[in-house]
Structure formats: C-alpha cells, structure tokens
C-alpha cells in the first residue's frame, strides 16, 4: 500500500542565501514522487507565490502557500526564532501577505526582517503555525531544559492558533535534531499538541548539497573550506519521497499523518 506524505517547509531559489530549489522541476519531483501536495516556506518573502501557484495548479498539485519568518523574543534584547506560518483560505492568504510587507517596512533590523510577536496575534486567522523545530522558541527553551519556559510559550501560541498550532520535529541528522525531537514529544505528550515532521528542505536531491553549501558560503563572504564557518545545514535536506520519510518517523506515523 502506498504512503503518502506532504512537506510542509521548503525553501526555493527565492529564498537567496539558503534554497537552491526552482520551481518547475520542485512540482515536477512532487508529482513524479506520489505527493498530493506541497508548501512553499520562503525566507520573509513571498516571491516565489504565483510561478509556484501555476506550476502546481497546471500538474494537479495542491499549492499550500506559506513562509518561515524570523519572530522577535518576548525578551528586548532575546535570541530570534523561527516560525513558519501556511495559509489556510484566503484570508490567512491576505493575513500572511500583510505581515511579510510590514516586515519589510517597520522589522528590518541588522540586514533581517523581523516580524513582532503583536503583529502575528494580530493577523492569525486563517493561519496554521508550525513551531521552527529547533530554531523556535519553544525549541530554545527545550534544549535549554527550561520545560516551564516551553509549555508557557506552547500555552500561549495555541491561544493564538487554536487547533492549528503544531510543535515541528525534524530528523536531519544536524546538531540537536534528536534531542529536541525527544523533548518535543514528550511536552506533545503531556499538553496534548500535535507534531508535524518536516524535513527542512533546501534542495531536490541529495547530490545538491555542496552546491547548495557554495550558495551559502556567498551569501555569508565566506570560502567552502572556512574551518571555522556555521554547519548549518546537512545533506539530508533534500526533497525526500513519501517512503524515506516514513522509514524516517517510523517511530511517529501521526506527525507524518500530520
């Protein structure tokens, strides 16, 4: 019997530093692969929206439209966290809109667009949220340990997105990946939230990712065999079918059903 699995986090070429994917040959692997569906998450934009659109509309491809946005700390001077935001209906559509175009009016800070914890409760309808992982806040706060910091953080975005709030494992094989998804079920387990696995992705197959690490490097000025720049990204990365990852959540099938 077949599987069926939907990413739900992938950056384009759109995203400049960090995606290497383009669109056509992204909904073709899509359709080849089996997937009914799939989202596009760019870094704080949205110009990627109406290629993606038509592309996946033209192969029978549901287009789920969203972004990754940089969220600013409840603390003033607080680490910055990840959250990806996919629109429901067309006024979550309208609602993620806003907010990306506030975030380059009012949020540009230090070459980053930051988007306001007020400013998301603000325009939540018609949203659901993923949780960043790792690089969410809650994910902060469960790697540091801090479980009343992560189910007070939990509380607080599923008052903003009721029943469509999901705490993001990833299995990437990158520093923290397990250990968060360790912590993210058990705070799944005694608050009731939903997981989702995604898996990140940057690349269509896995053979891209030292091109995809040269894109890096230039958007960071640095050199490929720079001994002292960022590991953040690994070769698991790629657009993966159906079947590897549920050979991957093998353990979790309700974050793939998810």
Not at 33 to 55: E, H, R
Not at 105 to 116: A, F, K, L, M, S
Not at 160 to 181: A, G, I, S
Request: with cysteine.
């Amino acid at each position: 019997m077949p599987v069926s699995f939907v990413h739900l986090r992938l950056h384009t070429e759109y995203s400049l530093v960090d995606g290497l994917v383009r669109v056509k040959p992204l909904v073709k692997s899509v359709a080849n692969a089996g997937m009914p569906a799939v989202a596009v998450t760019d870094q704080s934009n949205m110009c990627s929206l109406i290629k993606f659109y038509k592309a996946a509309q033209g192969a029978g491809i549901k287009p789920i439209c969203g972004a990754d946005i940089w969220l600013a700390s409840r603390e003033e001077d607080g680490p910055l966290s990840r959250l990806t935001l996919l629109a429901m209906d067309v006024k979550g559509y309208r609602n993620l809109t806003e907010l990306i175009s506030r975030g380059w009016t009012e949020g540009q800070r230090n070459d980053q667009i930051i988007i306001e914890r007020d400013w998301v409760k603000a325009a939540c309808d018609g949203l659901i949220a993923l949780s960043g992982a790792k690089e969410g806040e809650i994910g902060h706060a469960l790697l540091e340990g801090d479980e009343s910091t992560a189910d007070a953080l939990l509380a607080e975005w599923q008052a903003v997105f009721p029943q469509r709030f999901y705490l993001e494992v990833q299995r990437t094989h990158r520093v923290n990946d397990e250990e968060h998804l360790h912590a993210a079920v058990a705070l799944a387990q005694r608050s009731g939230a939903p997981l989702v696995a995604t898996n990140d992705v940057r690349f269509l197959k896995q053979e891209d990712f030292e091109a995809h690490e040269t894109r890096v490097c230039i958007g960071e000025s640095r050199v490929l065999d720079d001994s002292r720049r960022p590991r953040n990204y690994s070769d698991q990365q790629y657009l993966k079918t159906p079947e590897e990852m549920w050979v991957v959540f093998s353990d979790l099938p309700g974050a793939l059903e998810n």
